[in-house]
């Protein structure tokens, strides 16, 4: 009786949640959407949903995310669950303004800032030995988002090393020092650290964004760049102990604000690529002509807040664009930048050195051009990447910029990588039914020449090769997941480390020497 009772009590609670929740949609947003864009809608996992972050997105097209999801992202269709009047409330729920706008500027910064170890900041690399008996330039960091953790892990014994808690969320490649000694971690939330790869220890962290993209580090080693979402801003590091050295508000000349789609390192420039979402600019900033700023200490910042020497640090300059870029790739030399808008079903070549576009590919769909790699293929260089709403990978020669061959996958891809070493190039297929396959391509032949599938039923994403190329490593992209190796020229399965959903790794050498196959 009892037990009915309350029965009855929890579905008229339920029918009442329930009735609430259509009419209300704040409570509609906690339930559907706080987890992965934050109860105060200023992002987590998922982007802020603000209408200063909306302005590309039209509202019947919001509608449709919500009940559809977004091909390429995590954001699940909810048309299940929620009514077409519930979708409406909550479309006008995320386009309306907060009643307090976010801040998060120098102040805010700066008091984040937290530095876990004096010893590592005086400690120069060449004073300080490995803590462990390994190649340190063959490690891998692998990112666990299952529960927010990295695994270092032994890329000759495959054995993992050390495994530390992390911010939530870590998105974007990290990033590593030249040598290696160090690397940075930033997640979405706006949270920088530094680690230090020999004693395995963090050594500070930052807060430079309430929701952030990425980071970058001067080929020099001296700066961290960031790019955020929220607020419109990037934000410069000293890489030596994460203090606050600049921070730009990102517009265009008119003053319309943009969001930093992401930055990048152009080692051979000298300089930080900045891609925008909200205006048609590419930016590039060059970080050798801080003109006259001492190199390191107090005295470096106070002559970077000083007016003068602030306006000269760090120059900008605006390449304008005839449409948005949203996904971006550089040749190895950095004197080409290929990108593509998500919408544009094309990418377009620009030069850097000229500053103007110098050439249009057609490729159709939604090309990850983020995600592409480069070899040498008969008397040319080719350019494969996969396609985020389509099955296909295409091949491009960087000479003419046609595209010369089409490759079928069973569903859109997501990350595909290579090595100077490995005849191959993998790919995964990242959605749809057949999320578990992964394809392995000829780079002479331009052939499908394996199609694995490493777990079946269980999605397959993310490659990353060990320093020699001898090894392909595969994530289990699950909660209770793996990285599996494979002997990259048998593709026999060589071992299994059990991992908690292994978004990324990053091998130390591949990554600082600048590999062809992988991300920088
Ligand atoms: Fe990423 C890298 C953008 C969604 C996992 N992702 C990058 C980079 C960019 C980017 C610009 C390169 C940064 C760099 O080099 O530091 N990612 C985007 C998006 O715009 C998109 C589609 C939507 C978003 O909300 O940001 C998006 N990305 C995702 C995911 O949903 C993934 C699969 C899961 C997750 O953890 O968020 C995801 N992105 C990754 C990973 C890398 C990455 C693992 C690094 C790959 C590498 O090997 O370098």
Same mark, same amino acid.
């Given at each position: 009786?009892r037990?009915?009772?309350?029965?009855a009590?929890?579905a008229?609670?339920?029918?009442?949640?329930?009735?609430?929740a259509?009419?209300?949609p704040?409570?509609?947003?906690?339930?559907?959407?706080a987890q992965?864009?934050?109860?105060?809608?200023l992002?987590?996992t998922?982007?802020?949903?603000l209408?200063e972050?909306?302005g590309r997105l039209?509202?019947?097209?919001?509608? &449709?995310?919500?009940?559809?999801?977004?091909?390429?992202? &995590?954001?699940p269709?909810?048309?299940d669950?929620?009514?077409?009047?519930?979708?409406?409330a909550?479309?006008?729920?995320?386009y309306?303004?907060?009643?307090r706008a976010?801040r998060?500027?120098?102040s805010?910064?700066?008091?984040?800032?937290?530095?876990?170890?004096q010893?590592?900041l005086?400690?120069?690399?060449?004073?300080?030995?490995?803590?462990y008996?390994?190649d340190?330039l063959?490690?891998?960091l692998?990112?666990?988002?299952?529960?927010?953790h990295?695994?270092?892990?032994?890329?000759?014994?495959?054995?993992?090393?050390? =495994?530390f808690?992390?911010?939530?969320?870590?998105?974007?490649g990290l990033k590593?020092?030249s040598t290696?000694?160090y690397?940075?971690?930033c997640?979405r939330?706006?949270?920088?650290?530094?680690?230090?790869?020999?004693?395995?220890?963090?050594?500070?962290?930052?807060?430079?964004?309430?929701?952030?993209?990425n980071a970058a580090v001067s080929?020099?080693? =001296?700066y961290?760049m960031?790019?955020?979402?929220?607020?419109?801003?990037?934000?410069?590091?000293?890489a030596?102990?994460?203090?606050?050295?600049?921070?730009?508000?990102?517009?265009?000349?008119?003053?319309?604000s943009?969001?930093?789609?992401a930055?990048?390192?152009?080692?051979?420039?000298?300089?930080f690529?900045?891609a925008l979402k909200?205006?048609?600019?590419?930016?590039e900033?060059k970080?050798?002509?801080v003109?006259?700023?001492?190199?390191?200490?107090p005295?470096?910042e106070?002559r970077?807040?000083?007016g003068?020497?602030a306006?000269?640090?760090?120059p900008?300059r605006?390449?304008p664009?005839?449409d948005?870029?949203?996904?971006f790739?550089f040749?190895?030399?950095?004197?080409?930048?290929i990108?593509?808008?998500?919408k544009?079903?094309?990418?377009q070549?620009?030069t850097?050195?000229?500053?103007?576009?110098?050439a249009?590919?057609?490729?159709?769909g939604m090309?990850?051009?983020g995600?592409?790699?480069?070899?040498?293929?008969?008397?040319t260089?080719v350019?494969?990447?996969?396609d985020?709403?389509?099955?296909?990978?295409s091949?491009?020669?960087?000479r003419?910029?046609?595209v010369i061959?089409r490759?079928?996958?069973?569903g859109?891809?997501?990350?595909?990588?290579?090595?100077?070493?490995?005849p191959y190039?993998?790919?995964d297929?990242?959605?749809?039914?057949?999320?578990?396959?992964m394809y392995v391509?000829?780079?002479?032949?331009?052939?499908?020449?394996?199609?694995?599938?490493?777990?079946p039923?269980?999605?397959s994403?993310?490659?990353?090769?060990?320093?020699?190329?001898s090894?392909?490593l595969?994530s289990i992209?699950?909660?209770d997941?793996?990285?599996?190796?494979?002997?990259?020229?048998?593709l026999?399965?060589?071992? =299994?480390?059990?991992?908690r959903k292994p978004?990324?790794?990053?091998?130390?050498?591949n990554k600082?020497m600048?590999?062809?196959?992988?991300?920088?």
């Amino acid at each position: 009786m009892r037990v009915l009772a309350l029965t009855a009590a929890l579905a008229l609670c339920l029918l009442w949640v329930d009735k609430a929740a259509a009419v209300n949609p704040q409570l509609l947003f906690r339930q559907y959407c706080a987890q992965c864009h934050g109860v105060e809608r200023l992002g987590g996992t998922g982007p802020a949903l603000l209408p200063e972050n909306l302005g590309r997105l039209p509202r019947e097209q919001a509608g &449709q995310v919500i009940a559809h999801g977004l091909s390429a992202t &995590q954001m699940p269709g909810f048309g299940d669950r929620l009514q077409a009047e519930d979708i409406a409330a909550l479309v006008d729920y995320i386009y309306s303004p907060l009643e307090r706008a976010p801040r998060w500027g120098e102040s805010e910064i700066r008091a984040s800032r937290l530095v876990y170890s004096q010893q590592a900041l005086a400690s120069e690399p060449d004073q300080v030995a490995p803590v462990y008996d390994a190649d340190p330039l063959n490690l891998f960091l692998v990112v666990e988002a299952g529960d927010h953790h990295i695994t270092v892990l032994d890329g000759d014994r495959l054995e993992p090393i050390r =495994r530390f808690k992390t911010r939530r969320a870590l998105h974007g490649g990290l990033k590593y020092s030249s040598t290696g000694r160090y690397v940075y971690l930033c997640s979405r939330d706006g949270w920088v650290g530094k680690f230090d790869m020999y004693s395995l220890e963090m050594i500070a962290e930052i807060r430079v964004g309430i929701n952030t993209r990425n980071a970058a580090v001067s080929a020099d080693d =001296r700066y961290v760049m960031v790019g955020n979402y929220l607020p419109h801003s990037l934000v410069i590091l000293d890489a030596r102990d994460l203090s606050l050295v600049k921070i730009i508000p990102v517009a265009d000349s008119t003053g319309k604000s943009s969001r930093v789609s992401a930055v990048y390192t152009a080692a051979p420039r000298g300089s930080f690529i900045v891609a925008l979402k909200d205006v048609k600019e590419v930016w590039e900033i060059k970080y050798t002509d801080v003109t006259g700023l001492v190199r390191r200490g107090p005295a470096h910042e106070r002559r970077l807040e000083n007016g003068m020497a602030a306006a000269q640090a760090f120059p900008l300059r605006r390449i304008p664009l005839t449409d948005y870029l949203d996904d971006f790739f550089f040749d190895q030399d950095y004197e080409h930048l290929i990108g593509a808008a998500r919408k544009a079903r094309k990418g377009q070549v620009i030069t850097l050195t000229a500053g103007r576009k110098v050439a249009d590919i057609a490729i159709a769909g939604m090309p990850h051009l983020g995600s592409g790699v480069t070899w040498d293929y008969k008397n040319t260089r080719v350019l494969a990447s996969p396609d985020l709403e389509t099955g296909t990978v295409s091949i491009i020669d960087m000479r003419t910029w046609k595209v010369i061959k089409r490759l079928a996958t069973k569903g859109p891809g997501f990350f595909m990588r290579s090595h100077e070493r490995s005849p191959y190039a993998w790919v995964d297929v990242f959605r749809g039914p057949h999320r578990d396959l992964m394809y392995v391509i000829d780079k002479q032949t331009l052939e499908i020449a394996r199609v694995l599938r490493p777990e079946p039923g269980r999605t397959s994403g993310h490659v990353e090769f060990t320093r020699d190329g001898s090894k392909a490593l595969v994530s289990i992209w699950e909660p209770d997941g793996a990285v599996i190796a494979y002997d990259a020229k048998t593709l026999q399965e060589i071992k =299994r480390i059990p991992m908690r959903k292994p978004v990324g790794k990053y091998n130390v050498y591949n990554k600082i020497m600048r590999s062809e196959g992988t991300s920088h």
